[in-house]
Antibody
Framework: QVQLVQSGAEVKEPGASLKVSCKAS????????FHWVRQAPGQGLEWMGW????????NYAQKFQGRVTMTRDTSITTASMELSRLRSDDTAVYYC????????????????WGQGALVTVSS | QSALTQPPSVSGSPGQSVTISCTGT?????????VSWYQQPPGTAPKLMIY???NRPSGVPARFSGSKSGNTASLTISGLQTEDEAEYYC???????????FGGGTKLTVL
């Protein structure tokens, strides 16, 4: 069965960087887009961007341009998301989510989700 | 403030039907059939319930249905069950540089 297992919770200081990983199993890793979505405590969902694990091509929401980098390592079927210059309002649960077929233009829905990684930004 | 507008809460009794609305603009819901709905019980990851306005993934009960009219999408849950109690989020592709917008979420209470 499809599983996305994320790295654990982290505490970061303002100005630092975070890197969250997402290990995929149960399907062809390169066959589907990966998206990253975050959720601040008690708040709604916010989409950050996607990576095509087949080509490595990425697309980020304008809000995160210049601060976010999404990568993938096909040898270990793992996608990662790095966010730099952290601020207190980056405190959130970060989710990876599987998207649509990577052979076609991206469709923006997310059918499997990781368990989430809580990142707390505090001095 | 979320880009898509949902009612903060809805409620219903077991066996009844409820509809959750999601209002956007002509730049998102009104133009694209790229609306999806997610169910999120407390402390868990979201789960896809509806995609491309009205399609149900395998494993999602037929009690869940989606529709769209103009700039408003709707999720209808018929035959309410206690396990349906959760937060529900709508989502749409948008022509803006954010690409994806979510609603603020609707808390469904099954009385």
């Amino acid at each position: 069965q499809v599983q996305l297992v994320q790295s654990g919770a982290e505490v970061k200081e303002p100005g630092a960087s975070l890197k969250v990983s997402c290990k995929a199993s149960g399907y062809t890793f390169t066959g589907y887009y990966f998206h990253w979505v975050r959720q601040a405590p008690g708040q709604g969902l916010e989409w950050m961007g996607w990576i095509n694990p087949n080509s490595g091509i990425t697309n980020y929401a304008q809000k995160f341009q210049g601060r976010v980098t999404m990568t993938r390592d096909t040898s270990i079927t793992t996608a990662s998301m790095e966010l730099s210059r952290l601020r207190s309002d980056d405190t959130a649960v970060y989710y990876c989510a599987r998207g649509s077929n990577s052979l076609y233009p991206v469709l923006y829905y997310f059918d499997y989700w990781g368990q989430g990684a809580l990142v707390t930004v505090s001095s | 403030q979320s880009a898509l507008t949902q009612p903060p809460s809805v409620s219903g009794s077991p066996g009844q039907s409820v509809t959750i609305s999601c209002t956007g603009t002509s730049s998102d819901i009104g133009y694209y059939n790229r609306v999806s709905w997610y169910q999120q019980p407390p402390g868990t990851a979201p789960k896809l319930m509806i995609y491309e306005v009205s399609n149900r993934p395998s494993g999602v009960p037929a009690r869940f249905s989606g529709s769209k009219s103009g700039n408003t999408a709707s999720l209808t849950i018929s035959g309410l069950q206690t396990e349906d109690e959760a937060e529900y989020y709508c989502c749409s592709y948008t022509s803006s540089s954010t690409y994806v917008v979510f609603g603020g979420g609707t808390k469904l209470t099954v009385l």
